[in-house]
């Protein structure tokens, strides 16, 4: 079994930072993918940011320029440092672990970017 554990949601000021990290335990795989999905509220979920191991990242265009994703392979964690948030960054944001057999969830945390 593999768990995936977030933190470092909260409520910032537009223009603002914060950094989320996801760890992960449990059954890991040397091949894998880590990112983050966010959902804004009332909309379906999307990709912010991935990275497989031994990969570069790739994000979404919305967030290009503005966020980091980053791993620690050692620790099995991922980050993502977002910077220059805007309110339309406000979602719950998830991160995710994904093998050649299956795809695991953070539980989400809230991030609120206030105008």
């Known amino acids: 079994q593999v768990q995936l554990v977030e933190s470092g949601g909260g409520l910032v000021q537009a223009g603002g930072s914060l950094r989320l990290s996801c760890t992960v335990s449990?059954?890991?795989?040397?091949?894998?993918?880590m990112g983050w999905y966010r959902q804004p509220p009332g909309k379906q979920r999307a990709v912010v940011a991935s990275?497989?191991?031994?990969?570069?990242?790739s994000y979404a265009d919305s967030v290009k320029g503005r966020f980091t994703i980053s791993r620690d392979n050692a620790k099995n964690t991922v980050y993502l440092q977002m910077n220059s948030l805007e309110p339309e960054d406000t979602a719950i944001y998830y991160c995710?672990?994904?093998?050649?057999?299956?795809?695991?969830w953070g539980q989400g945390t809230q991030v609120t970017v206030s105008s």
């Open positions: 995710y672990y994904r093998t050649l057999r299956s795809t695991y």
């Open positions: 990275m497989w191991s031994g990969g570069s990242p």
């Open positions: 449990g059954s890991t795989a040397s091949l894998n993918a």
